[in-house]
């Protein structure tokens, strides 16, 4: 599957702010129990906001979700 700059963004730009960084510390190897305690919310939310941003990304798994921040930039690769 190809996915262009202009989808990645496009993507990008349907997250919340806190789906965003959400994902971001997915991506930057959090587990939701830590991002939670880093975020100050519980994990359950973080686990909503993971696959709010799975639905909307299109991402099918939480490995295609942080691939996608990566080639969307939310991350350094």
């Known amino acids: ?3 262009s700059g202009q989808e990645i963004s496009v993507g990008a730009q349907a997250l919340t702010a806190r789906q965003t960084e959400v994902v971001r510390l997915a991506a930057l190897g959090l587990t939701a129990k830590e ?5 100050g919310i519980s994990k359950n939310t973080v686990d909503e906001h993971l696959s709010e941003a799975r639905r909307r990304v299109g991402a099918v798994t939480k490995s295609h979700l942080v691939g996608w ?5 939310l991350v350094s690769g």
């Open 1 to 3: 599957m190809t996915v």
């Open 35 to 39: 991002t939670a305690r880093e975020l």
């Open 69 to 73: 921040a990566v080639a969307a930039g």
